[in-house]
Each structure stands twice: as C-alpha cells, then as structure tokens.
C-alpha cells in the first residue's frame, strides 16, 4: 500500500524558513521521481516542485523558483522541501506524491507564513 506522511510544517514569520520531509513507502522509491504539491482551500493543488528520481533534475514552479529547493535520500524513501524567504501566500496544505501522481494523497502538512 503506497503511502505518503508529510511533516515539518508550522508558522512562520514572513521571510523565515521551514524544511519539510515525506517519507514515502508501498514502492520503489528510487525508481520514480517525486513532488511537491500545495494546496489552499477553495483552490486546486498545486505542483510546486519536482525531482527526478537520482536528483538529476528538478524543476520549480515560477511562485518559489529561487526560494525553494527540493531534494532527496533514496536510502531513506525521504523527500524535501527546503523553504526560504517564506512569504504569506506560500500558506497553505503541503503534499508530497510521486511522479505521474498517485490518487493515493498524505495527510499534509500547513505551512502558515504571517506577515
């Protein structure tokens, strides 16, 4: 059974940083590429970061190009999200899935970023 638990969220003040984790496990996480996602209510989630599955590529959406860094550790089925000079509207619900996504989601983790 695939699953995802996310974790590392928390407030924050406007300009700080938070590292997030997600480990994953139910398959072979070095064979597949991973993301992350965020999600606030009303909108529909969306991708933020990706890597490849050797770390070879990443990718960013424009909103945090510059600010984040996504990166992993295949020994421990461990995804990252390193992020710097939060603002407020990074707030919101932070997931992590592989790539192509699963329908199989984690709980999250909220990132609330106060001005």
């Known amino acids: 059974q695939v699953q995802f638990v996310e974790s590392g969220g928390g407030l924050v003040q406007f300009g700080g940083s938070l590292r997030l984790s997600c480990a994953a496990s139910?398959?072979?996480?070095?064979?597949?590429?991973m993301r992350w996602y965020r999600q606030t209510p009303g909108k529909e989630r969306e991708l933020v970061a990706s890597i490849s599955s050797l770390s070879i590529n990443t990718n960013y959406a424009d909103s945090v190009k510059g600010r984040f860094t996504i990166s992993r550790d295949n020994a421990k089925n461990t995804v990252y999200l390193q992020m710097n000079s939060l603002k407020p509207e990074d707030t919101a619900v932070y997931y992590c899935n592989r790539s192509p996504s699963l329908d199989s989601w984690g709980q999250g983790t909220q990132v609330t970023v106060s001005s």
């Open positions: 139910g398959f072979t996480f070095s064979a597949y590429g």
